[in-house]
């Protein structure tokens, strides 16, 4: 029997071998772990702190659970399950592009364009808080001011130094009521008189918008101007807000519903309210290409129903998680609590498309059990 034939060998610059490519990747920033401030003094040992802190609680309880116990305000599943599975980091770029703002666990470092943001020029110090998802960051109209939000809804005012200006608490807060955090916050430009150098806007989860001017330099301060709340349009709350400063229209997002005879921007939950330079200093625009009509008057009490029953259903409520708006400012695109997206004209919020998440190419690639998920 003949003996079988071997192969050829393939020689080094055979194109059947295996080329290897390595890749070299440039690391222009490395954040270390932070470490946590323990302020001096503080020291949690001792009969003295001991006894000190059983009093303190017990006393935090009665006052929250029995003096003062109210009703407490649900936010939307959706909402809450999608915050919660943020990172606790933050990039926020300034409306310029020059500058970004790097929130970390207990700092914000600011950061310039010039050297593609490598290096610190501002870092602002703030306390560790217990839900870093649920902060904010926005930065003024000028890029010379930066509001950070924690979750509690306090809001800190601070310069491209990092130096905190100011602290503006909120108005009112229940301990581990997420809904006082803010869900908006926007810098205003403000002409009506040189003491003051914006307007800044904070609305929190529950629909209660307040209004504060805001003076930096020698004289720096904030003074609170006017409060609106949305509950009206909103009974459940609000999701987010952003601002159009080319038609001074304040863009609010919350949960879809199911009432009768409105636009459908309002059905899925959209609306757009004129800055006003007075009072009542927003007004809803219901104007342009999806008009709104009128509910005949024999179903008011179904509405009234509609609306308190509509998150009851049995299942998920959808609702406008973020909202961005495109360069030229025509278009608004919204994402949905359901991975939904929509596209709207400004200012006539008439709809210009829409994709569930199932019609987005490639929307289970990275993670086709993403429904479920709790990353």
């Given at each position: 029997m003949?003996?079988p034939e071997?192969?050829?060998?393939?020689?080094p610059?055979?194109?059947?071998?295996?080329e290897?490519i390595?890749?070299?990747?440039?690391?222009?920033t490395?954040?270390p772990p932070?470490?946590?401030?323990?302020l001096?003094g503080?020291?949690?040992h001792?009969?003295?702190?001991?006894?000190?802190?059983a009093i303190r609680?017990?006393?935090l309880f009665l006052r929250?659970?029995?003096?003062y116990?109210?009703?407490?305000f649900?936010?939307?599943?959706?909402?809450v399950?999608l915050v919660?599975?943020?990172?606790?980091?933050?990039?926020?770029?300034a409306?310029?592009?020059?500058?970004?703002?790097?929130?970390?666990d207990?700092?914000?470092?600011i950061?310039?364009?010039?050297?593609?943001f490598?290096?610190i020029i501002g870092?602002?110090q703030?306390?560790k808080?217990?839900?870093?998802?649920?902060?904010?960051?926005?930065w003024?109209?000028?890029?010379?001011?930066?509001?950070?939000?924690?979750?509690?809804?306090?809001v800190r005012?601070f310069?491209?130094?990092?130096s905190e200006?100011?602290?503006?608490?909120?108005?009112?807060?229940f301990?581990g009521?997420?809904?006082?955090a803010?869900a908006?916050l926007?810098?205003?430009?403000?002409?009506?008189s040189a003491?003051w150098?914006?307007e800044?806007?904070v609305?929190?989860y529950?629909g209660?918008?307040?209004s504060?001017?805001?003076s930096?330099g020698?004289?720096?301060?904030y003074?609170?101007s006017h409060?609106?709340s949305?509950?009206g349009h909103?009974?459940h709350?609000?999701?987010t807000a952003?601002?159009?400063?080319g038609?001074?229209?304040?863009?609010?997002?919350?949960?879809?519903?199911?009432?009768?005879g409105i636009?459908?921007?309002?059905?899925?939950g959209?609306?757009?309210w004129r800055v006003l330079?007075?009072?009542?200093?927003y007004?809803?625009v219901?104007?342009g290409?999806?008009?709104?009509?009128?509910?005949?008057?024999?179903?008011g009490l179904?509405k009234l129903?509609?609306?308190?029953?509509?998150?009851?259903?049995?299942q998920?409520?959808?609702?406008i998680f973020?909202?961005?708006?495109?360069?030229?400012g025509?278009l608004?695109a919204?994402i949905?609590?359901?991975?939904?997206?929509?596209?709207?004209?400004?200012?006539s919020?008439?709809?210009?498309g829409?994709?569930?998440?199932?019609?987005?190419?490639?929307?289970?690639?990275?993670?086709?059990?993403w429904r479920l998920?709790?990353e």
């Amino acid at each position: 029997m003949a003996a079988p034939e071997s192969a050829p060998a393939l020689s080094p610059g055979s194109a059947d071998e295996e080329e290897t490519i390595l890749y070299d990747l440039l690391v222009n920033t490395e954040w270390p772990p932070e470490t946590e401030v323990q302020l001096r003094g503080n020291r949690k040992h001792g009969a003295s702190f001991i006894i000190t802190k059983a009093i303190r609680d017990h006393l935090l309880f009665l006052r929250q659970y029995i003096w003062y116990s109210p009703a407490p305000f649900l936010l939307p599943d959706g909402l809450v399950r999608l915050v919660n599975k943020q990172i606790n980091w933050h990039l926020v770029l300034a409306n310029n592009g020059k500058l970004l703002a790097a929130v970390q666990d207990q700092c914000v470092e600011i950061r310039s364009a010039k050297d593609d943001f490598t290096s610190i020029i501002g870092k602002c110090q703030v306390p560790k808080d217990p839900k870093p998802q649920w902060r904010r960051v926005a930065w003024s109209y000028d890029c010379t001011l930066l509001a950070y939000a924690e979750s509690t809804g306090t809001v800190r005012v601070f310069d491209l130094m990092g130096s905190e200006l100011f602290v503006i608490a909120p108005a009112s807060v229940f301990a581990g009521d997420l809904s006082y955090a803010i869900a908006g916050l926007v810098f205003l430009e403000y002409k009506a008189s040189a003491q003051w150098s914006a307007e800044l806007l904070v609305i929190n989860y529950r629909g209660e918008l307040r209004s504060y001017l805001v003076s930096v330099g020698t004289n720096q301060s904030y003074q609170e101007s006017h409060s609106f709340s949305f509950s009206g349009h909103y009974p459940h709350g609000i999701n987010t807000a952003i601002y159009h400063p080319g038609h001074r229209l304040l863009l609010v997002g919350g949960c879809e519903t199911a009432e009768l005879g409105i636009s459908k921007a309002a059905s899925c939950g959209l609306s757009a309210w004129r800055v006003l330079s007075g009072s009542p200093y927003y007004k809803q625009v219901t104007n342009g290409g999806d008009r709104v009509t009128e509910v005949p008057k024999t179903l008011g009490l179904l509405k009234l129903l509609s609306v308190k029953l509509s998150p009851r259903l049995g299942q998920e409520q959808d609702g406008i998680f973020k909202m961005g708006l495109s360069p030229d400012g025509s278009l608004l695109a919204a994402i949905h609590f359901s991975g939904k997206l929509s596209i709207w004209a400004i200012p006539s919020l008439k709809q210009q498309g829409v994709w569930r998440q199932d019609e987005q190419p490639g929307y289970n690639e990275l993670n086709p059990d993403w429904r479920l998920s709790p990353e």
